[in-house]
């Protein structure tokens, strides 16, 4: 049988057909007027989805690659900073940070819940060495979707910058970099941007860049500093090393679709999908494993007693086409995750539902097949 490969992973994402067909593009050369002028534009359109009137640089990375940037950049051997984390991804700042040789507090909460914006505040009292508080906006590997908004509030009024990785959460979800008081914002290219892999994107505020004078870490590559000497040396922007030609090429297509849709627009749009995602899945009898304040771009769900859920997650994609996530670190094998983030639709979401539905039954999990896409449906086609 013939199925159709459809990636419902929180990442990479599907790539839409135009942004795919502008990597078939000729290469052009990095340093023409043609290709810096791409970028400039590209720049400042990518300040709207960002919400912010601050300097973005790319590099060259996976979205790794910018957070390691935002400690190396901001702090010095031996400086304090806060991490508020919720998941695997929340983690790896602390893992950046002791590979550094940063002191990092480390405040992670039962996965499956949302960090405690009032918990970051006693903890910025109580040690005013904390320079940088790091966190995750979409928790990719729990479906946690985190308050910046409320952290955001609260670090302002301290001297210490707030740092937001909103790699698989910005272009998906709302984040708001300059109302919610965010200094750096890293987000990635596989995820609400809809491209390929291998884009970083940062944007700093003056904040942070005062911050990042003080920095005596080791950087070359990851230089914040050389990065935005390139881009404002002339009109034109330009970068210090080879950039990915084709994937800003990629970018600036997507972002073109992103604006032709409207940011609220596509945050609805996540919206409907989560919704219609979360509602199928209850009314197969599962249970959502980030209840409390889940992320509109990627659901969580338990797998259910006497489901194998490492055969769940490949079955759907080995067999129907369809691939899914598992559970990632001490949730492996106990959660499948569903990503609907990018370019995604209904008819997406409601074929990963009727595939969920299908291999649970074969898996002689008690499901009445048909009760996961009527709920799905009306959602989506209801409202
Ligand atoms: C929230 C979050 N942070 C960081 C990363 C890491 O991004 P990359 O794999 O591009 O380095 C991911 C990727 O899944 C993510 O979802």
Not at 80 to 96: E, K, P, Q, Y
Not at 190 to 205: D, E, R, T
Request: hydrophobic share 45%.
């Amino acid at each position: 049988m013939l199925y159709k490969n459809r990636l419902m992973t929180p990442g990479p994402t599907e790539v839409p057909p135009t942004v795919l067909a502008e990597a078939a593009k000729p290469v052009i050369h990095h340093r023409t007027p043609q290709f810096r002028k791409i970028l400039t534009e590209l720049l400042a359109q990518l300040k709207e989805i960002f919400l912010t009137s601050n300097d973005i640089l790319v590099f060259p990375a996976a979205g790794t690659g910018g957070m390691e940037s935002a400690v190396s950049n901001l702090c010095s051997p031996g400086d304090h900073i806060l991490v508020a984390s919720c998941g695997n991804f929340g983690n790896r700042w602390t893992d950046i940070a002791k590979a550094f040789g940063v002191t990092s507090e480390h405040y992670e909460v039962e996965w499956g819940q949302a960090v405690d914006p009032q918990e970051v505040a006693k903890r910025l009292a109580a040690n005013p060495k904390i320079k940088a508080v790091y966190t995750t906006l979409s928790e990719t590997s729990t479906g946690i979707e985190t308050d910046i908004q409320a952290i955001g509030e609260i670090v302002a009024k301290t001297p210490a910058v707030l740092v937001v990785d909103a790699i698989s959460g910005l272009g998906a979800i709302p984040m708001k970099s300059d109302a919610w008081h965010a200094d750096v914002v890293v987000a990635g290219a596989q995820k609400g941007f809809m491209i390929p892999p291998g884009l970083a994107l940062i944007a700093i505020s003056d904040k942070a860049w005062d911050a990042a004078k003080q920095s005596t870490l080791p950087k070359f590559y990851f230089s914040w500093e050389k990065a935005r000497k390139s881009l404002k040396a002339e009109a034109l922007a330009d970068t210090p090393y080879t950039p990915s030609v084709s994937l800003i090429l990629q970018l600036a297509e997507s972002v073109r679709l992103i604006r032709q849709e409207g940011l609220e627009a596509i945050w609805q749009r996540h919206a409907r999908l989560a919704r219609a995602t979360r509602v199928a899945m209850e009314a197969l009898g599962l249970k959502l494993f980030a209840a409390a304040q889940p992320s509109n771009a990627v659901t969580s769900i338990w797998v259910p007693e006497g489901v194998d859920g490492g055969k769940l997650v490949k079955t759907i994609r080995d067999v129907y086409g369809i691939t899914l996530a598992g559970g990632q670190g001490k949730i492996k094998g106990k959660i499948f995750r569903i990503g609907h983030l990018g370019y995604a639709d209904d008819w997406d979401v409601i074929a990963t539902v009727a595939a969920v539905e299908r291999v649970l039954a074969e898996q002689n999990y008690s499901v009445h097949l048909g009760d996961g896409t009527a709920a799905a449906e009306k959602i989506l086609f209801q409202s």
